[in-house]
């Protein structure tokens, strides 16, 4: 006895001498007062100066430039030199010009375009004869002398056109394409060939090609594949020739800008040429006629079209002899191609026009002149917004570094050991967040720290008792005042069942803690687990006086669960429903299926005992916890049945729940994920 006395004193004197040496390695590791702050270089303070000046240096030289650049633009533009705008203008009213014979009913056109692009737009006669102008003024100012371009669609300003489609460039004999004059198909015939052109992309999307529907200037629907390799098609079933035959007005035109040609041509001396659709020359190719996607004016051999699938029209181009391929041939036969286009188009897009773009009150903006003066003014204001960024960096780095130096010093006391306390919360910005966090953390450590003191406080307590009673039953055996018969070994016995029992319950917390917690589940029926469970306890509520049964006669329903494990939950409910039930109280055990309908299995454990008081109920599953302090193990149990009761619920994926009436009883549900009702 006195051994174990002296050898738990000696444990006792280890921790002690192990405790200051472990403050003393803290307190070793404590910064000197001098280190306690950081050099202002290696401080968040000093990065986010460094950062905030060099970003505030950057903005300011980058803010000039932009500045100088801009206002230089502008001027620029106002002096119409920003070709880029101008490109559009001139665009717009090109296509205007392509569509429509004449230049009646522009004005609203140029209106429009001056309102968008603040500039004033006037278009007049090669003989300066106004047709529209967009002065608001009563009296105009007079136009420059020059013109900005000059809209002719059969004649394309390569520059500005090139611009305004975005660098595409424009067709090599410099007609805009959006000319098509006679190849404008009629409404019948464009709805026509996109019904023909719709099928044809469904058939193609079947075979797994992707492709769209492009319509033309002259309203030809064309079939365009997705990606960079058209001729994916000639391996399909889908027929793309048909798209391909030109209409009769289509031919019309086409044999008129032959005939045209071949006079040109003749009046050279040379022989007649066969224009195809796409205004090559040579063989056959294919049909594509201006308007749907004219090519340039080039020999071309492409391979033969397939024979289309409409009937041939009837007006027919004569045959006519191809010349003989020579690069002589082939620039005369363009050049006279591109001026029988320009003859046939002429009476369907409108006459040449003079473009004038300028400002509207015909004034420009002054120049701007890097002098000294200026350059001062620069360096004023650049070094103006320095010192506001730096000033606004230092005050907004102070408040930050501020709550972060208090969270710091806090986090240290704790780690020393020092009794955790709050820090004040500046906000609900990023900071003030992390402040209430480190708040809630260092309460839930204060919290856990309590709870460990208790806990092994609660152990040793629940340890003491069986072991005193052992040591001296023990001691009295060894001193000759107690002999070692049956009822001593069975008192000896006793004690230690109750030590092996607060170990085991000990056990399966710890296992519950750690998640190790072993479960074997398997199909169970509910009510044929309270029987046994009944079964097991009916000894001992029979000797206390209180009837135990199991409520309900027909099979309850069906859960999947380790059958031991959920025995000894319900047993521990029952045990405690026993202790605290009176003789002549009842303890009732059921099993139902939830209401809510989602498969849910509710076991219940009902008694007519004394009851919780209502401040004690939320304390019940607390590891060693008792409604009556002064209760022992033998008397009030030890304090984790209901802890364990809710650790194997819960590894069960259930819960359970407990209310109660003083005076009155109280009732535990566990509720536990079923498998549907068993068969009967």
């Not at 203008?89 to 209106?111: C, E, F, K, Q, S």
């Not at 996607?293 to 397939?306: F, I, N, T, Y």
């Not at 309900?552 to 405690?576: K, W």
């Amino acid at each position: 006895m006195r051994g174990g006395n002296d050898g738990a004193a000696g444990r006792g004197t280890d921790r002690d001498g192990e405790g200051p040496g472990r403050r003393g390695r803290r307190d070793g590791r404590r910064e000197p007062p001098g280190r306690a702050r950081l050099p202002l270089r290696r401080s968040l303070l000093g990065r986010l100066l460094a950062v905030s000046a060099l970003v505030a240096a950057c903005s300011v030289a980058a803010t000039a430039w932009i500045a100088v650049q801009t206002t230089s633009g502008a001027i620029k533009q106002e002096q119409g030199q920003n070709l880029t705008a101008d490109a559009r203008i001139y665009d717009t009213l090109l296509d205007y010009a392509a569509r429509n014979p004449t230049w009646d009913g522009v004005g609203a056109t140029v209106r429009e375009l001056a309102r968008e692009s603040g500039r004033r737009i006037a278009l007049t006669t090669q003989g300066r004869q106004p047709l529209a102008d967009s002065a608001t003024a009563e009296t105009a100012p007079a136009l420059p002398p020059q013109a900005s371009a000059v809209v002719d669609p059969l004649s394309v300003d390569t520059v500005l056109a090139a611009r305004g489609t975005d660098g595409q460039g424009t067709a090599a004999d410099r007609i805009d394409p959006r000319a098509v004059g006679p190849f404008r198909l009629s409404s019948g015939d464009s709805k026509a060939l996109r019904r023909t052109a719709d099928s044809k992309v469904e058939c193609l999307n079947r075979a797994g090609i992707a492709s769209d529907v492009v319509v033309g200037p002259s309203g030809r629907p064309r079939v365009q594949i997705v990606g960079n390799d058209p001729e994916r098609a000639l391996g399909t079933r889908c027929d793309l020739a048909a798209l391909d035959t030109p209409t009769r007005s289509e031919q019309k035109a086409l044999d008129a800008l032959t005939g045209l040609a071949d006079a040109c041509l003749k009046r050279q001396g040379r022989e007649g040429v066969r224009l195809n659709g796409d205004l090559s020359w040579g063989d056959p190719a294919s049909s594509v006629v201006p308007g749907g996607e004219a090519g340039p004016l080039v020999p071309r051999v492409p391979l033969p079209a397939p024979a289309p699938s409409d009937a041939p029209v009837e007006d027919a181009a004569p045959s006519v002899v191809t010349p003989e391929r020579t690069g002589e041939n082939d620039r005369a036969i363009a050049s006279c191609v591109s001026a029988a286009r320009g003859e046939q188009l002429s009476s369907y897009v409108s006459s040449p026009a003079l473009l004038f773009i300028g400002d509207e009150g015909g004034a420009t903006l002054p120049g701007f002149d890097l002098s000294p003066a200026n350059t001062a003014r620069i360096a004023g204001a650049a070094a103006l917004v320095l010192a506001l960024t730096v000033g606004a960096s230092v005050f907004a780095g102070a408040r930050l570094v501020r709550p972060l130096h208090a969270l710091t010093g806090a986090a240290q006391r704790m780690r020393d050991g020092e009794q955790p306390e709050s820090v004040p919360v500046s906000g609900d910005d990023e900071v003030g967040r992390l402040a209430a966090a480190f708040n809630d953390m260092s309460a839930h450590r204060a919290r856990l720290e309590e709870q460990r003191k208790a806990m092994v406080s609660d152990v040793a307590h629940e340890l003491r008792t069986p072991l005193s009673n052992i040591r001296g039953w023990l001691e009295a055996a060894q001193d000759g005042l107690a002999d070692p018969d049956p009822a001593f070994v069975s008192s000896l016995l006793e004690e230690a069942v109750l030590l092996q029992h607060i170990i085991d319950d000990l056990q399966d917390l710890a296992a519950a803690d750690a998640g190790v917690l072993r479960l074997h589940p398997e199909p169970v029926e509910a009510r044929e687990l309270l029987s046994q469970v009944a079964a097991a306890h009916q000894a001992r509520a029979e000797n206390a006086g209180v009837t135990l049964a199991v409520a309900g006669t027909a099979p309850g329903p069906a859960l999947r669960a380790d059958p031991v494990r959920l025995r000894q939950a319900v047993g521990n409910l029952v045990s405690n429903a026993v202790r605290h039930t009176p003789e002549g109280g009842r303890v009732t055990l059921r099993a139902y299926a939830a209401e809510e309908g989602d498969g849910a299995v509710l076991v219940e454990v009902a008694d007519t005992g004394s009851g919780i008081p209502s401040e004690d109920l939320p304390h019940v599953f607390d590891r060693f916890w008792r409604a009556e302090k002064s209760r022992s193990r033998r008397t009030g149990g030890s304090g984790l049945g209901l802890a364990i009761v809710r650790k194997l619920v819960e590894a069960h994926g259930g819960t359970v729940d407990a209310a109660s009436v003083e005076g009155e009883g109280s009732t535990f549900v566990l509720r536990l994920p079923g498998t549907g009702p068993s068969g009967p």
